[in-house]
């Protein structure tokens, strides 16, 4: 009899825990690597975004009295298991999703437009997918790969005396050879062809990340003025490294935002000094916000980030992007007078995203990073980036907010997005109206 | 015609354009040859003891070097952590031989190469666990392998020879002989040679099967320690280091499965290969063609050999 009446009180407890929590919480999955060969840049990252969030949880009891329920999925930065995530996650019914691997985000960018789930991949992904006629679901801000490529010639142009100086010049890319490495390729082909310069490609197959002495023989070989890196996990270090090896000068080699960590140039030592990336947020730990987190989460022992990591540049990198979820989160809650929003309802937020300096101040982060302004039409912003260079133990800023070459950008991303719609009919015609303050 | 000219003239008139970059390009590819021989001999030894392939190779050569650099972090001196990272490879040693080998003794093949697959991921759990997920640096300046770069000035350019290069083709270079001399010299070596040839003649004359199996896979582990230091030095030391283990695979067809001097000479004949083709031809194919360039090399020599360099030939009565 006691067992039977055990039994009956754990069913009706389960029967009323689940209801409870489905209906008093919103679901943000974040798909992560902590494992494998990427887990050099996908542990700060996955750290970086968990606590923000959980933060606001403890904090101010989740957003606008909701709390967030986080759950991470394993992907090992493999997009097969990326989709296996996003698959086995849907049925829970999450707001948005993060794949964190421009090869996931391909994957997942058809799927997400039927099941009409919010995509954000964050300054990564498919660049196209910044047009919201096209894309309705998906979000790319702050700026697209092909933004950031525009800035780093801008910037090496700047260097060189101006474009026209390009003119006959060399510029090396040495890529991860997959979805994310190639992304950026179609607009250097055509810089190049604008400006008058050579493009020497240099693909770094994933099974030879840390293999890479052939290729910068190459480069030694070809002598670019410039080397443009477009690496992650493992790649980045190593080429660092490799690059010293030959003495290429350091301070002629940028990599994207997602060559920057300090894991990246350190174990260069001194001969990574010089190394220059892009970036689009800020590193340290002193913003309120920051400290926030560390009281909030680190330090009860709710966090896997050691104390030492707080302030890292992927680590900030995650915050920023839990920071634009959030605010989404937020501008939904406003839009629709909800306070559980949905994925619909997050996709208005998504598209009437403004996040001032003024706010990023209110939100204890001043100057953590430029502002975001996304629209209905336009999912991305293309904001600017500055250059930091690494001085053997951390990054400086070394230059001003570099805005990309819209002029050049835009024309390539209207016709990739026409591109991509037609090689996959059918392909969801935009139904969702546009709010009146996107 | 003009594409014969980049294939079959133009490498070889850069050849002698620019012989200093000829001898960079052998240079690194004698490194890296050095370390897949290394690699493969990890492979070579367990497969020879116990007619296991062994594709715990890699993540022992992860788990190795974690160990290490582990141990420094919370604080033990380098040489006290490169012994005790000596002492976990033994334990590991034993636990495999315990835990996996001994139940599945007489199974097929198969079987035991499957197990090798489960202790695959139970390093992978473990040393996750255990270190986590972050890159490390090696500690190289700790152990005193030495760093930045000798410029020889030769043949109307330079030559950069990496100190820590040379440190790793002279270390690995001594593991291998020093393997080479265990094998042929020594009462242990003979044994492993007898088991390698027959399990069952091994046995009938007393030799302890359990006792030879921790011994290989102790080696195995020694071989993984010493490769982990010498590329977690070039590069870091992190889960990817796995990835590059995967190099052994064409070194073994091309080396045969069951030769330490087919590992060695399968070892640098990639590794030079796959250099000087990533170098003179690989822009022809658009670069980083290194990855199935080595599988192609191993290809065309299994064509005439296809036992490999070294090894065996099987001849089966049907």
Redesign the interface.
């Known amino acids: 009899m006691r067992m039977k009446q055990l039994a009956l009180g754990v069913a009706l407890a389960g029967i009323m825990a689940a209801p409870a929590l489905a209906q008093n919480s919103i679901f943000v999955p974040l798909l992560t690597y902590?494992?494998?060969?990427?887990?050099?840049s996908?542990?700060p990252i996955a750290n970086g975004m968990h606590d923000y969030l959980a933060m606001l949880n403890e904090r101010d009891g989740g957003i606008g009295g909701v709390k967030l329920a986080i759950e991470e999925c394993e992907t090992g930065y493999k997009n097969e298991k990326g989709v296996e995530c996003y698959e086995a996650l849907k049925s829970k019914k999450p707001v948005v999703v993060n794949p964190y691997s421009t090869g996931i985000t391909l994957a997942l960018i058809p799927k997400a437009s039927v099941d009409h789930i919010p995509i954000l991949s964050m300054a990564y992904g498919l660049s196209a997918s910044a047009q919201g006629q096209d894309f309705p679901w998906i979000f790319n801000p702050p700026a697209t790969y092909w933004d950031g490529l525009s800035m780093i010639i801008k910037y090496i142009a700047d260097k060189e005396g101006g474009l026209a100086n390009l003119k006959g010049k060399t510029i090396g890319y040495i890529y991860f050879?997959g979805g994310y490495g190639l992304e950026p390729i179609p607009l250097l082909d055509q810089l190049a062809k604008d400006y008058g310069f050579t493009v020497k490609?240099?693909?770094?197959?994933?099974?030879?990340?840390?293999?890479q002495?052939?290729?910068w023989?190459?480069v030694?070989?070809d002598r670019p003025a410039w080397m443009i890196m477009w690496g992650w996990?493992?790649m980045n270090?190593?080429a660092v490294?490799e690059a010293a090896?030959?003495?290429y000068p350091m301070d002629h080699m940028i990599g994207v935002w997602w060559s920057g960590s300090e894991?990246d140039a350190?174990?260069a030592?001194a001969g990574g000094k010089g190394y220059l990336s892009l970036n689009f947020n800020s590193v340290g730990a002193n913003y309120p916000a920051i400290q926030d987190i560390q009281k909030y989460v680190i330090d009860k022992g709710n966090s896997q980030t050691?104390k030492d990591k707080v302030g890292d540049n992927f680590y900030n990198r995650g915050v920023m992007n839990s920071v634009i979820i959030a605010e989404a989160i937020r501008n939904a809650q406003q839009l629709t007078g909800k306070k559980e929003v949905n994925a619909e309802d997050l996709r208005r937020g998504f598209e009437t995203l403004k996040i001032t300096p003024e706010r990023w101040k209110e939100l204890g982060l001043e100057g953590f990073a430029g502002p975001v302004n996304v629209t209905c039409t336009d999912h991305n912003g293309h904001h600017a980036a500055y250059v930091q260079q690494w001085d053997g133990t951390k990054w400086v800023k070394v230059s001003d907010w570099i805005t990309p070459m819209k002029d050049k950008v835009q024309p390539l991303l209207d016709a990739a997005a026409q591109d991509y719609v037609t090689k996959n009919q059918p392909w969801p015609k935009r139904t969702e109206a546009c709010d009146k303050s996107s | 015609m003009d594409l014969l000219y980049q294939i079959f003239v133009d490498p070889f008139v850069q050849m002698g354009t620019?012989p200093d970059?000829l001898v960079?390009?052998l240079w690194?590819g004698l490194?890296?040859g050095v370390l897949y021989a290394l690699i493969a001999l990890g492979f070579v030894l367990i497969f020879k003891a116990s007619g296991v392939f062994n594709f715990a190779q890699g993540i022992m050569v992860v788990f190795a070097a974690l160990t290490l650099v582990g141990l420094y972090e919370k604080g033990v001196p380098a040489f006290l952590a490169l012994a005790l990272t000596i002492v976990v490879m033994l334990g590991l040693a034993v636990l495999v031989e315990r835990l996996m080998l001994r139940p599945l003794v007489n199974q097929p093949d198969i079987v035991l190469f499957m197990a090798t697959f489960g202790l695959t991921y139970v390093l992978?759990g473990l040393g996750?666990i255990i270190f986590?997920?972050?890159?490390k640096?090696m500690i190289a300046d700790q152990l005193y392998l030495p760093?930045g770069?000798i410029d020889v000035n030769m043949l109307g350019g330079f030559v950069?020879l990496?100190k820590i290069d040379i440190a790793a083709a002279i270390i690995a270079s001594l593991m291998v002989a020093g393997l080479a001399v265990v094998f042929q010299k020594t009462r242990i070596g003979r044994a492993l040679r007898a088991v390698a040839d027959s399990h069952k003649a091994a046995l009938s004359v007393g030799i302890s099967l359990e006792q030879i199996w921790v011994v290989v896979w102790f080696a195995a582990g020694i071989v993984a320690l010493a490769t982990g230091i010498m590329?977690g030095a070039?590069?870091?030391v992190?889960?990817?280091?796995?990835?590059?283990s995967?190099?052994a695979l064409p070194v073994l067809i091309l080396g045969g499965l069951t030769s330490i001097p087919g590992a060695i000479v399968g070892g640098i004949i990639i590794g030079v290969g796959?250099?000087l083709g990533?170098?003179y031809w690989?822009?022809l194919l658009?670069?980083?063609i290194?990855?199935w360039l080595a599988y192609v090399i191993a290809l065309i020599f299994l064509l005439f050999r296809p036992q490999g360099l070294f090894g065996e030939r099987i001849i089966e009565r049907i």
Do not use: C, H
Request: proline letters at 10%.
């Open positions: 902590r494992t494998g060969p990427f887990s050099n996908g542990i050879d490609k240099y693909p770094v197959p994933p099974a030879d990340m840390q293999n002495s052939g290729l023989l190459n030694r070989r996990g493992a270090p190593t490294q090896k030959i003495n894991d350190r174990p030592g050691a | 620019a970059l960079q390009t690194e490194v890296s992978i996750e986590g997920g972050d890159p640096v760093r770069a950069s990496q590329w070039r590069s870091n992190s889960f990817a280091l796995e990835i590059v995967l190099k796959e250099k990533e170098f690989g822009p658009g670069s980083g290194e990855s």
